[in-house]
């Protein structure tokens, strides 16, 4: 997940203006912002840990409880990238071209997805998953809908889909996502709306999906599908559209951010060892307090000016950043090879085996795909290739980013997969 650019001490916005000019409307421009890219690497170490308990004799979710701090990073991250740069087209031409729009979002997300999958078909067919098993999973991964799939057999962990590719359910969140939004976007809450309005509009549905997920969780039995489900969980994303609002604009909270940054690190630090997600506190307000408390660390690092910022943008976070999205695809397939293939190893063989295959393919993802599919798309935009760094010369270029790139080029997700 490649981030983007705020104002810091390295980027000023390109125009910043919270009202119109005449005709025009004047918005926030969104460049590079390595803390971002930081926090998306910071995410990506906190769910291979999560999942850890595939390869290693501890219960499920026992290694990081609250797991829910990254998904919900990302899924903030999503909703702010895609929202801030459809605004920021509007801005500029009045209007959003969405046929280029999802044509972006494919050239983005498919193609690491299609070599997954296809490595996902061999494993499947050299360790005998079930052919049933595998061709429905392939078919709800691929066309965005595994959540529902999983929230509808969600009695055990996982459901019915095949070893390796339960966790791609945050994507399909993403992708329905990406459905209803720019609709939304284009003819409702536009950048032409009064702030007034959106913030209403926002604040509302935010409040009615945290109600909702409240009234559907019936104890530890029925936590997985309320976890999951896109009516449930889609108040994060929808938290990021009302932070991009507020930021395009130039009217985002100032005052004291920095000190907000560290009580919000500080809470979700603490929520990553000691919440339970299977228990009533995240269900009854835990999420909400959680996702408040991404939106003010997203905020407080596009602001530039919290202390905390140094540790995002520390140069190992922001490499995994860049290629996070592709991390995130890749791991859990790789723990599943690594647990069938490797069942007499040491535990620590099959972590080190399990991380290494991940980066490597992780690398490759972004060297061989990712990287030449985005030079494709800004081909097709009639653009030259946006410099991309190769990970050889992305450690250098860390501490002073391209000043040219106004365009927030979210990788993955967060889900992981998306912005």
Request: glycine share 8%.
């Amino acid at each position: 997940m490649t981030s983007s650019q705020a104002p810091t001490s390295d980027a000023a916005p390109s125009l910043v203006a919270p009202a119109e000019a005449g005709n025009e409307v004047l918005a926030r421009s969104v460049g590079r912002v390595p803390g971002l890219t930081g926090l998306r690497g910071v995410i990506a170490i906190i769910i291979f840990v999560t999942h850890l308990g595939v390869i290693l004799p501890i219960p499920r979710l026992a290694v990081v409880p609250g797991e829910t701090v990254g998904l919900d990073s990302f899924f903030l991250l999503s909703g702010f990238l895609i929202t801030a740069l459809m605004l920021r087209e509007q801005a500029r031409t009045s209007s959003v071209d969405y046929p280029k729009f999802y044509r972006r979002r494919a050239l983005r997300l498919l193609p690491p997805l299609v070599a997954v999958l296809v490595a996902q078909a061999v494993f499947a067919y050299l360790s005998g998953v079930s052919y049933h098993e595998e061709w429905t999973s392939l078919l709800s991964v691929g066309f965005y809908y595994s959540n529902w799939k999983l929230a509808f057999n969600s009695n055990a962990l996982g459901g019915n889909i095949a070893p390796g590719l339960q966790h791609l359910w945050s994507l399909s969140i993403e992708e329905q996502f990406y459905l209803i939004w720019p609709w939304v976007t284009i003819y409702f809450l536009t950048i032409r709306a009064r702030l007034k309005t959106v913030v209403i509009v926002l604040v509302t549905l935010i409040v009615a999906v945290a109600v909702h997920r409240a009234l559907m969780y019936h104890g530890v039995n029925s936590w997985y599908a309320d976890f999951i489900r896109t009516d449930t969980r889609a108040d994060a994303i929808l938290l990021g559209c009302l932070v991009a609002h507020l930021w395009v604009r130039g009217r985002e909270p100032k005052r004291a951010i920095a000190l907000c940054g560290w009580v919000a690190a500080i809470f979700l630090a603490l929520c990553l060892p000691f919440v339970d997600t299977t228990g009533p506190f995240q269900f009854y307000g835990g999420i909400s307090a959680i996702d408040l408390a991404c939106a003010i660390l997203i905020l407080a690092l596009l602001d530039g000016r919290w202390k905390g910022t140094s540790f995002f943008t520390f140069r190992a976070f922001v490499l995994l950043g860049t290629i996070s999205y592709a991390f995130y695809l890749w791991h859990l397939p790789i723990f599943f090879a690594v647990r069938y293939y490797g069942g007499g190893w040491a535990d620590w063989v099959r972590v080190v085996v399990a991380l290494s295959a991940t980066l490597t393919m992780a690398t490759l993802s972004w060297l061989l795909i990712e990287k030449p599919a985005l030079d494709w798309k800004d081909r097709l935009e009639g653009h030259s290739p946006a410099a991309r760094p190769s990970l050889a010369t992305l450690l250098r270029r860390t501490a002073s980013p391209s000043q040219g790139d106004d365009t927030p080029v979210p990788s993955g997700p967060a889900g992981p997969g998306s912005g």
